[in-house]
């Protein structure tokens, strides 16, 4: 089932996808680059690339993306810790992105879920 976002983009309302959610790898770049760009944060395929390398090697720092059935991913999501003074270190959301199809189906939603386990 489909409907139209703001924007007027075609945008899947079903509950059916099951989303798959996973540590995002190096070849995942590329993706994660056009899903960022849909939020208006354009940057290059080697300008992410190098980004995600640096952010898989860094401590308390995790990237994850969500897959939908054969699709393919269609977000992600950037978490690190942080020490805080006020309170426990606590986890924060350095980035998210769904792609603009699913942003109605909880894609997102799944990726915090992952996030938050």
Same mark, same amino acid.
């Given at each position: 089932?489909e409907g139209r976002n703001a924007s007027g983009v075609a945008v899947k309302k079903s509950k059916t996808f099951k989303f798959q959610a996973r540590e995002a790898r190096q070849?995942?770049?590329?993706?994660?680059?056009? /899903?960022?760009?849909?939020?208006?944060?354009?940057?290059? +395929?080697?300008?992410?690339?190098?980004? /995600?390398?640096? =952010? /898989?090697?860094?401590?308390?720092? =995790?990237?994850?993306?969500? +897959?939908?059935?054969?699709?393919?991913? =269609?977000?992600?999501?950037?978490?690190?810790?942080?020490?805080? =003074?006020?309170?426990?270190?606590?986890?924060?959301?350095?980035?998210?992105?769904?792609?603009?199809?699913?942003?109605? +189906?909880?894609?997102?939603?799944? /990726?915090?879920?992952?996030?938050?386990?």
């Amino acid at each position: 089932m489909e409907g139209r976002n703001a924007s007027g983009v075609a945008v899947k309302k079903s509950k059916t996808f099951k989303f798959q959610a996973r540590e995002a790898r190096q070849e995942d770049a590329e993706r994660i680059m056009k /899903l960022s760009d849909q939020l208006g944060y354009p940057s290059s +395929a080697v300008q992410i690339s190098q980004r /995600l390398r640096k =952010i /898989l090697k860094t401590k308390n720092h =995790i990237v994850y993306v969500a +897959a939908v059935n054969d699709e393919g991913i =269609i977000g992600w999501i950037h978490v690190f810790l942080c020490p805080l =003074i006020v309170r426990e270190t606590t986890a924060l959301i350095g980035g998210l992105a769904a792609d603009e199809r699913y942003r109605l +189906a909880g894609g997102a939603r799944r /990726l915090v879920e992952k996030a938050e386990e």
